[in-house]
């Protein structure tokens, strides 16, 4: 890619011409080219008309062919620890029991100063053995020192005696094991006791590192889905001042914390966030047996954990409603969507439905829906803000949501395209560190759900992975490439651009050229996904691939 009279990175905004490539934008579904200018696009157009600017800009960008797009908006992730384990105990690999303990042994040896020792992915569904490591294991392995490992789904953990020991009354916690993966209030308090042992410089250098990742993926906006249950204060502020401050990323913060009236609604205010939202927990997970269900799951004879109910949410919903913020909760079971689509109505009782529905408030992941709550999102304007890549982890006839749920239920799960044909507002992210970050690989998830029923078009899900996180912001004029829209973009080399569907008479359709369907990379399972060569946010470049 050639780049003349453009330096690497910019202090601020110039004004810059690309041309000779693709521009994936609605407002001229064939455009080879683009003007920015004060970090906004100012045209988009053809090659030819390209030429009677490209004497009055400060730049122009030789694209050879690379595509263009808006950069991508991870709709939930979790900054700091995605950066820990960017950089510390990754355990996604371990393929037995015996594997992990071996990597908790060798990070044990490589870090002889740390105070506590942190650990990310394990998933013992995956292993032979079928178990999680006992505590005893891990007391071996780590060599007595304290230890917190989070299982994939990050509701849960095993850890040494020497961290328990640092948490005064852990036993008497709801959800303590003496020889299980912790859950709930316990986790919650080792986990604390964890990254109260992480220095500010460490967790400065954690949040850099995340945030360099996605920005290298194309992503240039990040929801951080923080709260007390899950994160400091201090982190949450550090990162929304880390963001202000340095070149990357965007960050939007949610601060999931339940409030009951304005002096609440001030705090989340003071600490910078835009919702009272993001993971205030209605329950839990399903890889840890805590998320709520309606009915006992397949492999164990209980229905999870309830932390809210049908009143709490209700008071949530309107105090939030009433102060202008957005309030949004974590809910995966059919009990627990169940549970925020019943408070959410009590609100709109109360304050009306139009201002519900203004409010866009939203739930996260919300995978075990059913038609009714389907509908209900609908009515109620709420913003489905879900991780298509857990399907991709867990789904299918022999994945651990079928262990978990059987069969029939497993099939129900993550109903992308019923969620679109009933007008529910999509926004996609990963969750990390749960899943990657990995925007493409997350689209791929969703037109290859592995229940057809619920696929969706590589454009739909495009879609929500760049309009759909702005809209769940709040911000309508993000996410596409047309005049007036931020300069938020990504480049990219990939092979030919087509148009994938999972109804075959609308690929053939839209790849007419009287449609008027911009292409996009193609998904199909195995190809190579694209490679991002820049990333630019407001105009400045934040992101580029060496040597090219």
């Given at each position: 890619m050639n780049d003349r009279a453009a330096p690497r990175t910019q202090s601020e905004p110039r004004t810059v011409l690309l041309r000779g490539g693709d521009v994936h934008?609605?407002?001229?579904?064939?455009?080879?080219?683009?003007?920015v200018e004060r970090g906004h696009v100012a045209w988009v157009g053809s090659e030819g008309a390209a030429d009677s600017f490209a004497s009055g800009v400060d730049e122009t960008v030789d694209l050879e062919g690379a595509l263009v797009t808006p950069a991508f908006t991870d709709a939930h992730v979790h900054t700091t620890a995605t950066g820990l384990a960017l950089t510390g105990l990754d355990l996604s690999g371990a393929g037995t029991l015996g594997d992990a303990l071996a990597l908790v042994r060798a990070h044990r040896a490589a870090h002889p100063g740390d105070r506590v020792l942190l650990g990310?992915?394990?998933?013992?569904?995956?292993?032979?053995?079928?178990?999680?490591?006992?505590?005893?294991?891990?007391?071996?392995?780590?060599?007595?020192?304290?230890?917190?490992l989070t299982r994939v789904d990050v509701h849960s953990a095993v850890v040494t005696t020497a961290l328990l020991d640092l948490v005064p009354g852990i036993t008497e916690l709801a959800g303590f094991h003496p020889d299980a993966p912790l859950t709930g209030d316990a986790h919650h308090a080792v986990r604390a006791a964890a990254h109260a042992a992480v220095t500010p410089a460490q967790r400065t250098e954690a949040q850099r590192v995340a945030r360099a990742r996605a920005a290298s993926l194309g992503i240039g906006t990040l929801h951080e889905c923080a709260g007390p249950d899950i994160s400091a204060e201090d982190d949450f502020t550090g990162l929304l001042r880390l963001a202000d401050d340095e070149p990357g990323p965007r960050v939007h913060g949610y601060w999931a914390e339940r409030i009951s009236d304005a002096k609440g609604a001030a705090r989340i205010r003071e600490l910078g966030a835009v919702g009272a939202a993001g993971d205030l927990f209605v329950d839990g997970s399903l890889g840890s047996h805590t998320a709520w269900l309606s009915e006992p799951y397949a492999d164990a004879p209980h229905t999870g954990a309830a932390h809210l109910d049908a009143a709490d949410i209700a008071a949530h919903v309107t105090t939030c409603t009433e102060a202008g913020l957005q309030a949004?909760?974590?809910?995966?079971?059919?009990?627990?969507?169940?549970?925020?689509?019943?408070?959410?109505?009590?609100?709109?009782?109360?304050?009306?439905?139009?201002?519900?529905?203004?409010?866009?408030?939203?739930?996260?992941?919300?995978?075990?829906?059913?038609?009714?709550?389907?509908?209900?999102?609908?009515?109620?304007?709420?913003?489905?803000?879900?991780?298509?890549?857990f399907d991709a982890a867990w789904g299918g006839t022999t994945g651990m949501y079928a262990d978990r749920l059987g069969e029939e239920r497993a099939g129900t799960l993550n109903p992308y395209a019923a969620l679109l044909r009933a007008g529910v507002p999509l926004a996609f992210g990963s969750d990390s560190p749960v899943t990657p970050l990995d925007p493409w690989g997350t689209i791929r998830a969703a037109a290859f759900h592995r229940t057809p029923a619920h696929r969706i078009s590589v454009r739909a899900a495009f879609t929500a992975h760049t309009r759909g996180g702005g809209r769940a912001v709040g911000r309508d004029d993000t996410g596409v490439l047309v005049p007036g829209a931020p300069a938020d973009y990504a480049l990219w080399r990939t092979e030919e651009l087509i148009v994938q569907a999972p109804d075959d008479r609308v690929s053939r359709w839209s790849t007419d050229p009287r449609s008027g369907t911009p292409g996009l990379p193609d998904l199909t399972p195995g190809a190579a996904l694209p490679r991002c060569l820049r990333t630019v946010v407001g105009g400045r470049t934040v992101f580029v691939r060496p040597n090219e």
């Open positions: 934008s609605p407002a001229d579904p064939f455009a080879t080219a683009m003007v990310h992915g394990w998933d013992a569904a995956r292993w032979p053995e079928r178990r999680a490591p006992t505590r005893g294991e891990l007391d071996e392995a780590a060599g007595g020192r304290p230890l917190y949004g909760f974590h809910a995966i079971g059919d009990a627990a969507i169940g549970a925020v689509v019943a408070g959410t109505r009590a609100a709109a009782e109360t304050l009306g439905l139009a201002r519900i529905r203004a409010a866009r408030h939203r739930v996260e992941h919300a995978e075990m829906l059913t038609p009714e709550t389907v509908a209900a999102f609908a009515e109620l304007g709420l913003t489905a803000s879900v991780q298509p890549a």
